[in-house]
T-cell receptor, first 111, second 116 residues
Framework: KQEVTQIPAALSVPEGENLVLNCSFT??????LQWFRQDPGKGLTSLLL?????REQTSGRLNASLDKSSGRSTLYIAASQPGDSATYLC??????????FGTGTSLTVIP | DTAVSQTPKYLVTQMGNDKSIKCEQN?????MYWYKQDSKKFLKIMFS???????INETVPNRFSPKSPDKAHLNLHINSLELGDSAVYFC???????????????FGEGSRLTVL
């Protein structure tokens, strides 16, 4: 069974810093990996989707990479802003047609 | 326009009651899901429907019964509510495809259920 881990569980950085969030998964037999952000009391907002054949995806200040063979993905946030404060979750969609979610990294960007 | 909408957003009820949560998506997706998020923010799949057919039914009590009247709707009915049912329930949808074109997952805003 797929296990998805996100480290660290919480991260606090000063505004303007570049940062990296990590996601690891135990079974490389995946179709894609998706990064979400969740604001308190809100639903999950999709940030980036990386298909298994891709190495990275970019959207604005966000860049997500995928190394399927090593079971790792990173979400890079450039020039962080207080509005980036949220919980970030990754999810893998595996070849058994199931989604598996990590437990998230709670990010606080200090003005 | 909200892509995936759930109602109600908040639900407070007594133990033993029956309640329903409704979900609608206007994205033209053919696959819909119900997830439960516990107090530790862990998301657990409950049900998945593809073209109104149940395709995933995880180990949840049979007090939970999903109903999909059409591809755009997936409702969740809960009988005899218990304290442990308190959680946030999320509806999600996507276009079903396998392989390297597997579709992006979209979530609703969640329905916070509190059982007293």
């Amino acid at each position: 069974k797929q296990e998805v881990t996100q480290i660290p569980a919480a991260l606090s950085v000063p505004e303007g810093e570049n940062l990296v969030l990590n996601c690891s998964f135990t079974d490389s037999a995946i179709y894609n990996l998706q990064w979400f952000r969740q604001d308190p009391g809100k639903g999950l907002t999709s940030l980036l989707l990386i298909q298994s054949s891709q190495r990275e995806q970019t959207s604005g200040r966000l860049n997500a990479s995928l190394d399927k063979s090593s079971g790792r993905s990173t979400l890079y946030i450039a020039a962080s802003q207080p509005g980036d404060s949220a919980t970030y979750l990754c999810a893998v969609y595996d070849t058994g047609n199931q989604f598996y979610f990590g437990t998230g990294t709670s990010l606080t960007v200090i003005p | 326009d909200t892509a995936v909408s759930q109602t109600p957003k908040y639900l407070v009820t007594q133990m033993g009651n029956d309640k329903s949560i409704k979900c609608e998506q206007n994205l033209g997706h053919d696959t819909m899901y119900w997830y439960k998020q516990d107090s530790k923010k862990f998301l657990k799949i409950m049900f998945s429907y593809n073209n109104k057919e149940l395709i995933i039914n995880e180990t949840v009590p049979n007090r939970f019964s999903p109903k999909s009247p059409d591809k755009a709707h997936l409702n969740l009915h809960i009988n005899s509510l218990e304290l442990g049912d308190s959680a946030v329930y999320f509806c999600a949808s996507r276009h079903y495809s396998q392989g390297n074109s597997a579709g992006e997952l979209f979530f609703g805003e969640g329905s916070r259920l509190t059982v007293l």
